[in-house]
């Protein structure tokens, strides 16, 4: 008591004050965690719906009691019963097992899409950010060219050009969807090139594979697996 007595008004107001931001520093750092974690669960809800989505679509087509292109005009709009669960279309054809087969058909051209422009742009990307010089340089202006058009207009005139089909619709649109890894994989490798762990494993005579190989690419996956999910 007789302390806080010394104390002058002025400077004890300025520790009340203080410790009242502690206080709500804490309290909102307590939040921020909450928060946090929350988010991270609906991360981890989502991802699981999404795997669920995709190893449903895998076996989605054993499902299929019927052909789902076998048209039966007999059978034309017929109502949902327990043949036929979700009814026919206007041509007989199951609706359910046409639904089923579309899932599968869409989930493997969108995996084939994603993963075509992973590898395709994260290989040039990251030799032409290692190897620079005139290589680099040559693939970056031809990702720039690709870049300078919107991808959906690029993709459809490429789909008119290369005709119709499932092959066609996949190559239209990783056409233009490499880039985007190619840039991350190239400014990656450029900034891991610089750091001491490379110019050691420089020094220490490893070749140019080994380092690629052991020490570049398992750094620059996460931000291309990051953007693939997206």
């Known amino acids: 008591d007789l302390l806080q007595a010394r104390i002058d008004p002025r400077a004890r107001l300025a520790l009340e004050q203080s410790a009242a931001q502690d206080r709500r520093g804490g309290v909102r750092l307590r939040g921020k965690r909450r928060s946090g974690g929350l988010a991270g669960r609906r991360a981890l809800y989502c991802g699981i719906v999404a795997l669920l989505i995709v190893a449903f679509s895998f076996v989605a087509p054993l499902l299929c009691q019927h052909d789902a292109e076998l048209a039966n005009l007999a059978l034309s709009n017929r109502a949902p019963d327990g043949e036929f669960l979700m009814g026919t279309d206007s041509l007989g054809r199951c609706i359910l097992c046409r639904v089923l087969t579309g899932l599968h058909t869409t989930v493997l051209a969108a995996l084939a899409v994603v993963a075509l422009s992973v590898v395709i742009g994260s290989v040039l990307g990251a030799l032409s950010g290692y190897i620079g010089g005139v290589f680099d340089s040559v693939v ?46 190239r400014s990656s490798v450029l900034a891991l090139k610089e750091r001491p762990f490379i110019q050691a494993a420089v020094i220490g005579g490893l070749s140019r594979t080994a380092i690629a190989l052991k020490h570049v690419l398992p750094n620059i996956l996460p931000p291309l697996i990051v953007t693939a999910c997206l």
């Open 140 to 185: 970056m202006r031809i990702t720039d060219a690709f870049m300078a058009f919107p991808t959906l207009v690029l993709g459809i005139a490429i789909a008119g050009l290369l005709g119709g089909g499932l092959q066609n619709a996949v190559i239209a649109l990783v056409v233009p969807g490499w880039t985007r890894f190619a840039r991350i994989a």
